[in-house]
Nanobody
Framework: DVQLQASGGGLVQPGGSLRLSCVAS???????IAWFRQAPGKGREGVSA????????VYADSVKGRFTMSRDKAENTFYLQMNALEPEDTAVYYC????????????????????WGQGTQVTVSS
């Protein structure tokens, strides 16, 4: 059974940090892995993505310098370290992986990714 399991969300004060984890079971990560988020009333937006073949890693402008994506191949897990969190970062965060080729211009398009985790809530509030 193919599954992605996201965890690590929670309530944190502005300026705080969280680390999200995404564990794959039943398969190895595909050609790209990514984190998306969806705030209430908004569409799903790409936060960070990494292409497996060449290691290309991209971040949304809103999180550059604050968020870092990493991967542990041995544990079949990837992470999103989130620092200097802001109230605008409040959202449900989803991990995803794509089995097909992912071009740079499509790397933040949700429809490119065919496996999704269940989402983990991140709330940044004082």
């Amino acid at each position: 059974d193919v599954q992605l399991q996201a965890s690590g969300g929670g309530l944190v004060q502005p300026g705080g940090s969280l680390r999200l984890s995404c564990v794959a079971s039943g398969f190895n990560f595909g050609s790209a892995i990514a984190w998306f988020r969806q705030a209430p009333g908004k569409g799903r937006e790409g936060v960070s993505a990494r292409r497996s073949g060449d290691g290309l890693t991209v971040y949304a402008d809103s999180v550059k310098g604050r968020f870092t994506m990493s991967r542990d191949k041995a544990e079949n897990t990837f992470y999103l370290q989130m620092n200097a969190l802001e109230p605008e970062d409040t959202a449900v965060y989803y991990c995803a992986t794509a089995s097909g080729n992912v071009f740079y211009e499509n790397i933040f398009r949700p429809e490119v990714y065919n496996y999704w985790g269940q989402g983990t809530q991140v709330t940044v509030s004082s």
